[in-house]
């Protein structure tokens, strides 16, 4: 009898497909050859962690033969403060994706439906179908999210609804009003979840705050993270807040030391450090303005975006890509998206960025149609 391990797997994860990241910037040096070679597909804060941050990890480090505080008190209480809610109302998670993972493993069975809309961030499929429940992909509109075409989508089996503000890949955005019209017409079985990993980028005066909406809509759960604007990707935190009960049976099936000491230590100190989020917020809109107007001189359209990251449309993406990588510069693939003519190209560094412009020219100069 043969060894087929597919065959003792859970329905939802025989066709799973993993999660596929940027490639690293070793990889890319090591397969091509290429030398100082720069990653613009991660949507990382080019700045890096603030020094706050760094020192607190290093400090943390001294304790490492211990276990980290399972509650994660001190963060939690930290975000409290600065969200104006309870520190029961929080479920700190290994990056937000970890918040997104414990959602649908809470909520989430194979007779129950999910709504999401069509090109949005990856992981909403990848928990769905781990978990046996059925996806329902709402088209989109202008590459955002269709909220009457979703409120419809929503039926007797609906039991999630992922929305992402602003969208990743697209970089699109929810205005206050809409969205919360949509939370208030969603029946109150249904859980909202706002991915909001892009949050403090957003420069928009009609963009809301959704941890505030909670108290009115207890179907409400809102997840940011570290990984962003705070400069954390590699230490992995990120957190959701939701109605206490919620936040309860969230962490009923969270591991019990998923978020580690370095990692909640960089965490409080990133959270009291307002200088680096300001440095970075200006850098990126600076960068935003730099990487649109230079794809303008070239003659590309983007998709205007909120974030620290924007969609261009360059043809066929796919050779676009590769002679990007050819002159050492790593930007993001969205075929997997259903966008198979754009590439996501994630704010750098001045230099970085212009770095990527000159090399996009390069490469168009010979594939251009």
């Known amino acids: 009898m043969t060894f087929e391990p597919i065959a003792l797997a859970a329905p939802g994860v025989r066709r799973l497909s993993p999660y596929q990241p940027g490639k690293p910037l070793d990889a890319l040096e090591r397969e091509y050859g290429v030398r100082n070679a720069i990653k613009l597909a991660s949507n990382e804060n080019p700045l890096g962690p603030g020094p706050a941050a760094v020192a607190a990890a290093r400090a943390a480090l001294e304790g490492v033969g211990r276990y980290p505080d399972g509650a994660g008190f001190g963060l939690k209480r930290a975000l409290a403060a600065r969200l104006g809610v309870d520190a029961m109302q929080i479920t700190l998670g290994n990056g937000s994706n970890d918040v997104l993972e414990l959602v649908a493993r809470a909520f989430l069975g194979p007779d129950t439906e999910v709504v999401y809309a069509a090109h949005a961030f990856a992981v909403y499929a990848l928990v769905t179908q781990a978990a046996g429940a059925r996806a329902v992909v709402v088209p989109a509109r202008d590459w955002g999210h269709d909220l009457d075409a979703m409120r419809a989508a929503v039926g007797p089996r609906t039991r999630l609804v992922f929305i992402a503000n602003p969208n990743n890949p697209t970089g699109t955005w929810l205005r ?103 440095r970075s917020r200006d850098m990126n809109r600076a960068g935003l303005r730099q990487l649109t107007e230079g794809t303008k001189k070239l003659g590309l359209p983007h998709i205007p975006s909120t974030a620290n990251f924007v969609c261009i449309e360059v043809g066929q993406a796919a050779a676009v890509y590769e002679g990007l990588l050819r002159e050492g510069v790593i930007v993001r693939p969205v075929a997997n998206y259903g966008m198979p003519r754009h590439l996501r190209v994630t704010v750098g560094l001045p230099e970085e960025n212009e770095r990527f412009l000159k090399a996009l020219d390069k490469v168009l100069g010979g594939s251009r149609r």
């Open 176 to 278: 206050a009003g809409d969205l919360e019209g949509f939370v208030r017409a969603v029946p109150e079985n249904v859980l909202v979840v706002v991915d909001e990993a892009y949050f403090e980028y957003v420069d928009e005066p009609d963009y809301p705050d959704t941890v505030g909406w909670i108290a009115k809509y207890p179907n409400l759960i809102t997840t940011r993270t570290f990984s962003k604007i705070h400069g954390l990707a590699g230490l992995r935190v990120g957190y959701g807040v939701s109605h206490p009960a919620v936040a309860d049976l969230l962490n009923r099936v969270r591991q019990p030391f998923n978020v580690n000491s370095a990692a909640a230590a960089a965490a409080e100190a990133a959270l009291r450090d307002e200088a680096h989020v300001a």
